[in-house]
């Protein structure tokens, strides 16, 4: 699976967008991006996913670069709610279909 | 459909004691999964079931783990002869593709603490 790379860590302000980048420079055709989300002591929450094009739904947009080699999660309105380590991951679906977590990126939304 | 249920939720245990964690997953989902989440680590996994068949296992899942899913429903993830290094929570999955993608859905987990 493609090696993604995210920031430790950003805030943003309740109300703004937040725009949380990955890379994943190694990314080939058939790989999906998926984006998960882990508030405190809950399990992953599945955000959306995408392969080459733009993706929107009720939670979130993701925008993927034309290359392919990074995408940006972008929370339109971000709550206090939102707070929570965001989880970029590049995986191929397949037979084989688990997804590998790295430490991702941890949001924080201020007042 | 409620989701994903894990139960417990919270167990403490001794060292050397066996302990068991049952998931029922969301009951048309076929591939089941178990991962693995100690503090500030992303989850790890350790093995996935497609029905009632074990496809993969993580080198992570010693000989003390076991993992079942006998009539391709709900799993149980049993741990034997505990070790303090064992504490984490265990997370359960089940998966369904949307848009030609395997998307998981989560339980809450169940804490393990060792003392």
């Known amino acids: 699976d493609a090696k993604t790379t995210q920031p430790t860590s950003m805030d943003c302000a309740e109300g703004r967008a937040a725009n949380l980048p990955c890379n994943h420079s190694?990314?080939?055709?058939?790989?999906?991006v998926y984006w998960y989300r882990q508030i405190h002591s809950q399990g992953p929450q599945y955000i959306i996913h995408?392969?080459?094009n733009n993706e929107t739904n009720e939670m979130a947009s993701l925008i993927i670069t034309e290359d392919r080699k990074s995408s940006t999660l972008i929370l339109p309105h971000a709550t206090l709610r939102d707070t929570a380590v965001y989880y970029c991951?590049?995986?191929?679906?397949?037979?084989?279909?688990?997804?590998?977590f790295g430490k991702g990126i941890t949001l924080s939304v201020r007042p | 459909d409620t989701g994903v249920s894990q139960d417990p939720r919270h167990k403490i245990t001794k060292r050397g004691q066996n302990v068991t964690f049952r998931c029922d997953p969301i009951?048309?989902?076929?591939?089941l999964y178990w991962y693995r989440q100690t503090l500030g680590q992303g989850p790890e996994f350790l093995t996935y079931?497609?029905?009632?068949?074990?496809?993969?296992k993580s080198r992570l899942l010693s000989d003390r783990f076991s993992a079942e899913r006998p009539k391709g429903s709900f799993s149980t993830l049993e741990i034997q002869r505990t070790e303090q290094g064992d504490s984490a929570m265990y997370l359960c999955?089940?998966?369904?593709?949307?848009?030609?993608?395997?998307?998981?859905?989560f339980g809450a987990g169940s804490r393990l603490t060792v003392l």
């Open positions: 999955a089940s998966s369904q593709r949307v848009s030609g993608a395997n998307v998981l859905t």
């Open positions: 190694t990314i080939s055709g058939n790989e999906y």
């Open positions: 995408g392969l080459k």
């Open positions: 991951i590049v995986r191929y679906t397949g037979a084989n279909s688990k997804l590998t």
């Open positions: 009951s048309e989902h076929n591939r």
């Open positions: 079931f497609q029905n009632e068949a074990q496809l993969e």
